[in-house]
C-alpha cells in the first residue's frame, strides 16, 4: 500500500480509502440506500478489519449515508477492533439532508454547526480528521462555509477541510479566501473519476495541480458499471446497485469499448475487469487516494488486490485511448493556441 499526502499537508493517507456507503446496518432507511447496500455490524467490523490489515488508514463515511447509520457502525468497528484513534483517518461529510426543515440541508453556518456534532457523536470520537462540504451550494456564499469550517478546525473538532462535487471555479474561490484571511483552505476534493467518466481532466485536474488539492476519487467502476458484470443489452446480475440505483450516468459505449480493454489486459495479468478499472485510476498522478465500497469481503478482496497491479506504459496508453474524452470547447482552442507555449524541460 502506497501513502500519499493529504493535500498540502504533512497528513498522510492510503492510497485507497474504504468507503462505508454500503454499511446500513438492521434499520435501514429505505430509498436508494436499500439498494447500495446491505452491510450490517458484524460485516462493517470484519470489512474494515481487512482493510486495516491491508494497510488502509483512511476511512471515508457523510451524515447522509443511511441516515447516519454508515457513521454509526464505522465508529463502532473501530472500537470493537480496538483501533488507536491516531491510526486511522476519518472523513465524513455534511450537506445533505438530515430533516424535514428548511435548514436541515446545505453549507450554511448553521446546518454545518449542526451536523458536525452530530457526526462525532455517531462516530464515537472527539474529532473529525477530513470534514467535507458535500455538494457545491448555490444559496449560501461561499465566505460563510469557509469561515465555518475554519471555526471548527480553531476549535479541534476538525484537522482539515475538503470539498466534493464543487466546481474548480468554487475551491479557488474558496482557497482564495482562505489564503487573504488566514483560513483553514480545501485541503482535498472528492469528484466522480472512472476510466468511463474523465471529465475532471478538463478543469478539475488543473486546478488541483495550481492549489496543491488531493484527489479522493468517489465512484471508479461507475457505480459498478465497470465491474465486468456488464455488457451491451444486459442489466447486470440481480440485486446488484447498478440496477437498483442507475447512477452516475455514463455513456455506455465508451463503457463496453473500455471494459473490452481492459477484460484483455486483465487476462494478462490474471485479474478481473474491476481491478483493471482500479488500477487504472490509481496509475494517475492526479489522485490521491481511490474510494472504494464492498458489500462482501470477496468483492473486497478483489479491490484491495488493484493496489498492487502494475499496468505498463504500453497498457495505460491503450486505456486512455480507448477512453479519450471527446474534445470540448476551450480546449481544443487552448492546445492549438499554446502549440507553441509549452513549458521547456529545466
Not at 145 to 174: E, F, H, I, P
Not at 317 to 345: F, I, N
Request: proline share 5%; glycine share 10%; with cysteine.
Amino acid at each position: 500500500m502506497k501513502y500519499k499526502q493529504l493535500g498540502q499537508t504533512g497528513l498522510y493517507v492510503s492510497e485507497i480509502c474504504l468507503g462505508t456507503m454500503t454499511f446500513t446496518g438492521e434499520n435501514k432507511p429505505g430509498g436508494i440506500w436499500a439498494g447500495i447496500g446491505d452491510v450490517n455490524q458484524k460485516l462493517a467490523t470484519e470489512i474494515v478489519e481487512k482493510s486495516v490489515a491491508a494497510g488502509v488508514n483512511f476511512l471515508d463515511t457523510a451524515d447522509v449515508y443511511s441516515a447516519g447509520q454508515s457513521e454509526r457502525l464505522t465508529g463502532q468497528a473501530i472500537k470493537d477492533l480496538g483501533l488507536k484513534r491516531s491510526s486511522v483517518v476519518i472523513a465524513t461529510k455534511c450537506y445533505g439532508r438530515m430533516g424535514p426543515g428548511p435548514n436541515d440541508i446545505g453549507a450554511s453556518r448553521g446546518h454545518i454547526m449542526d451536523s458536525v456534532s452530530r457526526s462525532l457523536e455517531r462516530l464515537g470520537t472527539d474529532h473529525i480528521d477530513l470534514y467535507q462540504i458535500h455538494a457545491s451550494d448555490a444559496v449560501t456564499p461561499v465566505e460563510e462555509t469557509m469561515r465555518a469550517l475554519d471555526d471548527l478546525t480553531r476549535q479541534g473538532m476538525v484537522r482539515y477541510v475538503g470539498c466534493s462535487n464543487w466546481q474548480a471555479w468554487k475551491v479557488m474561490k474558496a482557497n482564495g479566501i482562505s489564503a487573504a484571511r488566514g483560513w483553514a483552505r480545501m485541503e482535498t476534493i472528492q469528484s466522480y473519476y472512472s476510466i468511463a467518466g474523465r471529465d475532471l481532466e478538463r478543469e478539475i485536474v488543473p486546478m488541483m495541480a495550481d492549489q496543491k488539492v488531493g484527489l479522493m476519487v468517489w465512484s471508479p467502476l461507475a457505480g459498478g458499471l465497470l465491474s465486468g458484470k456488464f455488457g451491451p443489452g444486459s442489466n447486470g446480475p440481480e440485486g446488484s446497485r447498478r440496477t437498483a440505483f442507475d447512477f452516475p450516468p455514463v455513456n455506455r459505449d465508451r463503457a463496453w469499448a473500455c471494459v473490452d480493454a481492459m477484460r484483455a489486459i486483465g487476462d494478462k495479468h490474471g485479474a478481473s475487469v474491476a481491478r483493471v478499472a482500479l488500477a487504472y485510476v490509481l496509475h494517475k498522478p492526479f489522485v490521491m487516494s481511490v474510494i472504494i465500497g464492498a458489500k462482501n469481503t470477496e468483492q473486497l478482496d478483489d479491490n484491495l488486490e488493484a493496489a498492487k497491479l502494475e499496468l505498463s506504459a504500453a497498457e495505460m496508453k491503450t486505456l486512455d485511448e480507448v477512453s479519450a474524452l471527446p474534445p470540448e470547447y476551450p480546449g481544443w482552442m487552448l492546445a492549438r493556441q499554446s502549440a507553441e507555449r509549452v513549458p521547456q524541460p529545466k
